[in-house]
């Protein structure tokens, strides 16, 4: 009881304290960056003429490097505007989860006669959401645009929790509410992946849909499937980038200090409910530093990318991009699912969350919890297609061959891509060469 009130506590004073002084101290670094900027550029401008253009001066130059990126594309934009103005139709759906959690779920399509059978549902990857797969925003890049302009219908969801699902039907307040944040790994498996694929179907009355999952993606549907073999038969193919059952030989170096110091954990029992959820208006002040103030804040959070996802030799993120990415990006995640993923990590296994031994012999009979009965998907027999990059420090090489001794491999195509971390599926500037080729051969072949 003690312990509960220490976590009430804590979850308030994140809540009241914490957040506002973060915000603050974002706040002030943002404007004074930004006058810095504009006032110092104002200066210059009184020692420059437009004549001189042709013969320029020092002042000439020390303006184009100081708006150099300017106007700051994107990161004042809402990322649905964003994909508005590329030309395609766009429509944000709410779904209702049988637990009353209220997710959304974009769909974007340019052919409104939806020619192909099966629509296509891309489900992001752990602290991520729908505009992760939005992030090149080019149309030869972007994986949703290509598709779309093949005529297929697809839709990118979002699961509870991030940014773009925080709803609940009995929780008016969820961002100040301790029960709508009791949330773990098990409730995206158990409800979340079963309401999109249905919601899917019954709005484009379509019998099956086309599965593309990144990382924890795959990992929802691997734990719901383990348990209702039977809703395969609503898939009409699965295709799996970074796929993710087993972690256990993770060789990210930050995540393995963060698991021994048990950092995640001790955010949890806190009460700190969330991690990386942030407003829109902390994303926009953060992605416009990485602007105005590359040296620090782009080197900053694109370290920090590499250090969770992997060092690849040539880095295939576009870094003139990437005050665009963070201004929308992370998408963020309850605490409690990122904890049941390290406990997936010590465990070796895909269980169910561990909330002790006396609470466990409650919910669960015994002293450990149970491990999803994976065994089960070698009755998965719907043709199955994973990507895995040789960089990928998430999901290794020994733990997919751990997976796919799992699964069924009658209808199944495993491909290695070379010097690929783990978000170069979705981010890399070259995917539509390396990548994107195979898989809109698979979904053709999909397609009667």
């Known amino acids: 009881m003690n312990f509960q009130i220490i976590q009430t506590i804590t979850f308030y004073f994140f809540i009241w304290v914490i957040k506002p002084i973060a915000n603050v101290g974002l706040s002030f670094t943002y404007y004074s960056a930004y006058i810095g900027i504009y006032l110092t550029d104002y200066v ?58 209220i997710l959304t779920i974009w769909r974007i399509y340019k052919d409104v006669t939806h020619p192909h059978p099966n ?31 093949q005529g297929y219908d697809v839709w990118l969801a979002n699961n509870r929790g991030n940014k773009y699902s925080i709803g609940h039907t009995k929780f008016q307040s969820v961002d100040y509410n301790q029960q709508y944040w009791d949330c773990s790994f098990d409730d995206l498996a158990k409800y979340d992946f079963k309401a999109i694929v249905l919601y899917v179907k019954n709005v484009t009355q379509r019998a099956k849909v086309i599965y593309i999952g990144h990382s924890q993606g795959t990992t929802q549907a691997f734990a719901y499937l383990s348990n209702n073999i039977e809703f395969q038969h609503h898939l009409k193919c699965f295709i799996g980038l970074g796929p993710a059952m087993f972690i256990s030989n993770l060789r990210s170096t930050f995540l393995q200090w963060a698991i021994k110091l048990y950092i995640f954990e001790l955010i949890y ?64 995640s309850a605490s409690k699912n990122i904890v049941q993923w390290m406990q997936f990590f010590r465990s070796k296994q895909l269980q169910y969350f561990d909330y002790g031994t006396s609470q466990n012999m409650v919910l669960y009979g015994q002293r450990d919890p149970p491990p999803y009965p994976v065994d089960n998907l070698k009755n998965f027999i719907i043709p199955k297609y ?28 495993v491909e290695f891509i070379d010097d690929y971390a783990h978000l170069d ?21 999909n397609q009667n």
Request: aromatic residues 16%; glycine residues 6%; charged residues 20%.
């Open 44 to 101: 210059l401008s009184l020692f420059v003429k437009e004549c001189e253009s042709r013969n320029q001066t020092f002042f000439h130059k020390l303006r184009k490097i100081l708006n150099k990126h300017k106007p700051y594309y994107g990161v004042y934009t809402q990322a649905t505007d964003i994909i508005l103005d590329q030309g395609y139709n766009f429509e944000s759906h709410k779904i209702i989860t049988e637990d009353g959690y």
């Open 119 to 149: 629509p296509i549902i891309m489900q992001h990857g752990l602290l991520d959401s729908s505009w992760s797969w939005f992030i090149n925003n080019d149309k030869k890049l972007t994986l949703p645009y290509i598709l779309a302009d």
């Open 269 to 332: 029992y806190l009460g700190i409910p969330y991690f990386f959820v942030f407003d829109d208006g902390f994303n926009i002040k953060i992605g416009a530093l990485c602007y105005m103030i590359p040296s620090i804040f782009r080197s900053f959070f694109f370290e920090v990318t590499n250090q969770l996802c992997g060092f690849p030799q040539k880095n295939k993120i576009d870094l003139n991009r990437f005050g665009n990415m963070v201004a929308h990006e992370p998408g963020g």
């Open 386 to 413: 994973f990507y895995l990059g040789t960089k990928d420090v998430i999901t290794d090489t020994d733990d997919l061959g751990k997976m796919l001794n799992k699964l069924d491999q009658t209808h199944m195509k």
């Open 425 to 445: 599926y979705v981010w890399a500037v070259d995917a539509h060469v390396k990548l994107y080729p195979q898989i809109l051969k698979n979904i053709k072949e």
